[in-house]
T-cell receptor, first 111, second 111 residues
Framework: QKEVEQDPGPLSVPEGAIVSLNCTYSNSAFQYFMWYRQYSRKGPELLMYTYSSGNKEDGRFTAQVDKSSKYISLFIRDSQPSDSATYLCAPRGRNTDKLIFGTGTRLQVFP | SAVISQKPSRDICQRGTSLTIQCQVDSQVTMMFWYRQQPGQSLTLIATANQGSEATYESGFVIDKFPISRPNLTFSTLTVSNMSPEDSSIYLC????????FGQGTRLTVV
């Protein structure tokens, strides 16, 4: 079993839709949960991160962590064509800087 | 955040040759990381480079194949040695600076 599982997509939605991107993980030691956005031919860009369980909101983006079920979600409200990219979840433990990346979900938002 | 410049952005190399990738950061950072992103796959950590000490390699990666230098707190290089087509990939450097930030990547094609 991989440490981090993520549906590769592609996920295709119309502009304005609410998007839900999800990851599951197996290592209960993970404490920090990052979400990265990667445009084609670019490096990953840190979107947001959460610590332990709970929700965190930043504009149209909400990150949610449920440690009891080892489930991570990123919600995008009012999705825009500019949100079209690959989204990678990347958890890590408390005492390490090593990130474990999911395979990424490719999102396409069409006008 | 940190601004990371990575060179070259892309290259096409002959098998058996070596390529050195440079990574420059606009701030002093303790830890720098080198990742590989193979086509259709997630990011895999190659090694962690701390200034003043030998790089720490992940399982499956060895110093003879991927020698790393870290001469100061703002610069690092990764060399891909004796290349084969299987080394065709995107190579990314990243830094830990209140979050993990990535360079734009080097797209390497070995022919």
């Amino acid at each position: 079993q991989k440490e981090v599982e993520q549906d590769p997509g592609p996920l295709s939605v119309p502009e304005g839709a609410i998007v839900s991107l999800n990851c599951t993980y197996s290592n209960s030691a993970f404490q920090y949960f990052m979400w990265y956005r990667q445009y084609s031919r670019k490096g990953p860009e840190l979107l947001m991160y959460t610590y332990s369980s709970g929700n965190k909101e930043d504009g149209r983006f909400t990150a949610q962590v449920d440690k009891s079920s080892k489930y991570i979600s990123l919600f995008i409200r009012d999705s825009q064509p500019s949100d079209s990219a690959t989204y990678l979840c990347a958890p890590r433990g408390r005492n390490t800087d090593k990130l474990i990346f999911g395979t990424g979900t490719r999102l396409q938002v069409f006008p | 955040s940190a601004v990371i410049s990575q060179k070259p952005s892309r290259d096409i190399c002959q098998r058996g040759t070596s390529l050195t990738i440079q990574c420059q950061v606009d701030s002093q950072v303790t830890m720098m990381f080198w990742y590989r992103q193979q086509p259709g796959q997630s990011l895999t950590l190659i090694a962690t480079a701390n200034q003043g000490s030998e790089a720490t390699y992940e399982s499956g990666f060895v110093i003879d194949k991927f020698p790393i230098s870290r001469p100061n707190l703002t610069f690092s290089t990764l060399t891909v040695s004796n290349m084969s087509p299987e080394d065709s990939s995107i190579y990314l450097c990243s830094v830990e600076f209140d979050g993990t930030f990535f360079g734009q990547g080097t797209r390497l094609t070995v022919v």
